[in-house]
């Protein structure tokens, strides 16, 4: 009777131990976001990168984070919905806005040597088209993209960004129709 009672008291303190140990962590939003959106070869990074991304609501939603490396070389990117803004956007603020995310990619991947952010509309497609695979039709388009080199610091980018300069997209069309007037 003794064994059995030590038995079951193991038993019980090895229960409680293991809910509080599975209870000891619990992922925030940011956690499982970062997760879920981070692509590339070295996920590990953009899943970091995402860490930071996504403790902040960003007005333009973050949809993926990525993370290459070939030898010595590693790529960052920032993928960003050009609609639905979480709240109204100006053109000045989506562009403070794009290079906040990417020095908070630099930040946290300090080993990167280059961050490109993008931004994508969808594009409608009819039904049975299809979305995947070697024949694969479109379902969104880049409407915005800027490439940063490290050594760039954030008032340069954010000017090179606003007047369109060397390594920036703006789609005309969307530019005109996706942010508000500034204030």
């Known amino acids: 009777m003794p064994n059995r009672i030590r038995a079951l008291a193991a038993a019980a303190a090895l229960a409680l131990a293991g809910t509080v140990a599975a209870s000891a962590y619990v992922p925030s939003v940011a956690d499982l976001d970062a997760a879920a959106r981070a692509v590339g070869n070295r996920r590990d990074i953009a899943q970091r990168i995402g860490e930071s991304v996504f403790r902040t609501q960003w007005a333009a939603q973050v949809s993926q984070i990525s993370a290459n490396q070939l030898g010595h070389h590693l790529i960052v990117g920032i993928r960003v919905w050009g609609v639905k803004f979480h709240r109204p956007l100006s053109r000045d603020q989506f562009v403070n806005e794009v290079v906040a995310l990417i020095a908070r990619a630099f930040a946290a991947a300090p080993q990167a040597e280059e961050a490109d952010l993008w931004a994508s509309v969808p594009i409608g497609v009819a ?3 299809v979305v995947s695979g070697d024949l694969a039709k479109p379902t969104s388009r880049t409407v915005f993209s800027v490439t940063a080199q490290r050594p760039e610091n954030a008032s340069s980018l954010r000017n090179r960004i606003a007047s369109g300069g060397s390594g920036v997209f703006w789609d005309a ?11």
């Open 173 to 183: 069309g969307w530019a005109g129709g996706a942010f508000q007037a500034s204030r």
């Open 127 to 129: 039904k049975g088209v």
